[in-house]
């Protein structure tokens, strides 16, 4: 099958990241528009102190998602994807992937596995799962411990 819209959802994760690498393989070979999705959660509260320290910015900081949604735009554009789209959106991330797949008419969605975003972090592959049940085409779960195929490193 050839796809022709990809939409992945990175939020710096192993497992985003695993998502991002499958995603640009998959548009690369397909000539297919990837469009990179990044969610973050704005909150007037001090960040949830039981979260590691490491990862309290990725419940609300949007600078961050856009350096993520950056990254991956390079990691694609480094692997001949010609056509992709970058969005930083505030809001939870199934929801915002599912609407950038309607937006974008996509026919793929690639999600990782467990991500780290918002305070869903705390329920592995809750976005996952999510995506899975609602999306409108079909959807890639890219486990944070596949192995990059051989050809595509």
Same mark, same amino acid.
């Given at each position: ?11 710096? *994760?192993? *497992?985003?990241? #695993? ?27 001090? /960040?949830?102190? #039981? %979260? ?21 735009? @390079? ?5 001949? =994807? ?10 939870? /991330? ?5 609407? %950038?797949?309607? @937006?974008?008419? %996509?026919?793929?969605?690639?999600? !990782? *596995?467990? !991500?780290? @975003?918002? *305070?869903?972090?705390?329920?592995? !592959? ?12 079909? =959807? ?7 192995? #990059? ?5």
């Amino acid at each position: 099958m050839t796809y022709r819209t990809i939409v992945v959802g990175t939020d710096g *994760s192993a *497992s985003a990241e #695993r998502a991002v690498e499958h995603s640009v393989d998959l548009a690369a070979a397909d000539q297919a528009r990837l469009v990179i999705v990044t969610a973050y959660e704005r909150t007037d509260t001090t /960040p949830d102190e #039981r %979260a590691p320290a490491d990862v309290r910015w990725m419940m609300a900081d949007p600078n961050e998602a856009e350096r993520h949604a950056r990254h991956a735009r @390079t990691v694609a554009a480094e692997h001949g =994807v010609g056509d992709v789209v970058v969005q930083a959106l505030e809001g939870e /991330p199934a929801d915002e992937l599912l609407e %950038a797949a309607d @937006t974008f008419d %996509a026919d793929l969605i690639v999600v !990782g *596995s467990v !991500g780290l @975003t918002g *305070s869903s972090r705390f329920l592995l !592959g809750s976005v996952a799962s999510s995506v899975l049940h609602h999306a409108p085409c079909d =959807v890639l779960v890219v486990h944070s411990h596949t192995a #990059r195929p051989a050809a595509a490193q």
